[in-house]
């Protein structure tokens, strides 16, 4: 199943936010005992996490923070996305993770979510996190998996699937019929990521639109 993933730094930040979190899972796990479903279960989600991270657009300038890093042409998925009118627009790329590796990053998630509900529903809990827990890690997740189970326009995918430039960058101009599931689209990917805080959520509607 396609999905597309824009060349956005918010979704990015939050994908590579969750690589401590599995890892520093995975080692507490480990260091405790014999191999458990929990450890099994992180450990193929860290795989997979990282089997989408070799498929998301441009990854290692958002790894590095090195925008001269070229590779070689026919691995660059590189392109400009035009309106009708000429406005650049956030790219989007289609990748296509397997179903397995959803599935091992969804398992994952209900682990996390389970443990969350788990903590909040002990007696006498205090209100301060325990050492293990991060902070809205599962909330960062979910939005995540929200982002790339996200539904893609058939127009809009059958428009950009094949854009792999095999030269320089290519230009792509959308119709505005296209234009106008691109914008619906968008805003989907927005209000997943940053719905909650005006702010955020205004700031990162503005690279879009």
Same mark, same amino acid.
């Given at each position: 199943?396609?999905?597309?993933?824009?060349?956005? #730094?918010?979704?990015? $930040?939050?994908?590579?936010?969750?690589?401590? #979190?599995?890892?520093?899972?995975?080692?507490?796990?480990?260091?405790?005992?014999?191999?458990?479903?929990?450890?099994?279960?992180?450990?193929?989600?860290?795989?997979?996490?990282?089997?989408?991270?070799?498929?998301?657009?441009?990854?290692?300038?958002?790894?590095?923070?090195?925008?001269?890093?070229?590779? #070689?042409? +026919?691995?660059?998925?590189?392109?400009?996305?035009?309106?009708?009118?000429?406005?650049?627009?956030?790219?989007?790329?289609?990748?296509?993770?397997?179903?397995?590796?959803?599935?091992?990053?969804? $398992?994952?998630?209900?682990?996390?979510?389970?443990?969350?509900? +788990?903590?909040? +529903?002990?007696?006498?809990?205090?209100?301060?996190?325990?050492?293990?827990?991060?902070?809205?890690?599962?909330?960062?997740?979910?939005?995540?998996?929200?982002? !790339?189970?996200?539904?893609?326009?058939?127009?809009?995918?059958?428009?950009?699937?094949?854009?792999?430039?095999?030269?320089?960058?290519?230009?792509?101009?959308? #119709?505005?019929?296209?234009?106008?599931?691109?914008?619906?689209?968008?805003?989907?990917?927005?209000?997943? !990521?940053? $719905?909650?805080?005006?702010?955020?959520?205004?700031?990162?509607? $503005?690279?879009? !639109?």
């Amino acid at each position: 199943m396609y999905v597309l993933i824009p060349d956005d #730094p918010v979704f990015f $930040a939050k994908f590579q936010s969750l690589e401590e #979190p599995l890892l520093r899972h995975l080692y507490q796990l480990h260091s405790t005992g014999p191999e458990s479903d929990a450890e099994r279960i992180i450990s193929d989600a860290y795989d997979s996490w990282v089997q989408v991270l070799l498929k998301l657009p441009l990854w290692p300038q958002w790894r590095t923070g090195d925008t001269s890093f070229d590779r #070689p042409s +026919a691995e660059r998925p590189r392109y400009a996305l035009y309106s009708a009118r000429g406005d650049q627009l956030t790219s989007l790329y289609p990748i296509e993770p397997t179903a397995a590796d959803l599935g091992h990053l969804m $398992a994952c998630l209900d682990l996390f979510d389970e443990a969350d509900r +788990a903590w909040r +529903a002990a007696p006498g809990r205090t209100r301060a996190e325990p050492p293990d827990r991060q902070e809205g890690v599962t909330e960062v997740f979910r939005r995540v998996m929200d982002v !790339l189970l996200l539904p893609p326009p058939q127009g809009l995918l059958d428009a950009l699937r094949h854009v792999v430039p095999e030269g320089p960058v290519v230009s792509v101009t959308l #119709p505005d019929e296209q234009e106008a599931e691109y914008r619906r689209f968008c805003e989907e990917i927005v209000t997943i !990521l940053s $719905a909650g805080d005006p702010f955020v959520f205004h700031s990162h509607r $503005a690279m879009y !639109l």
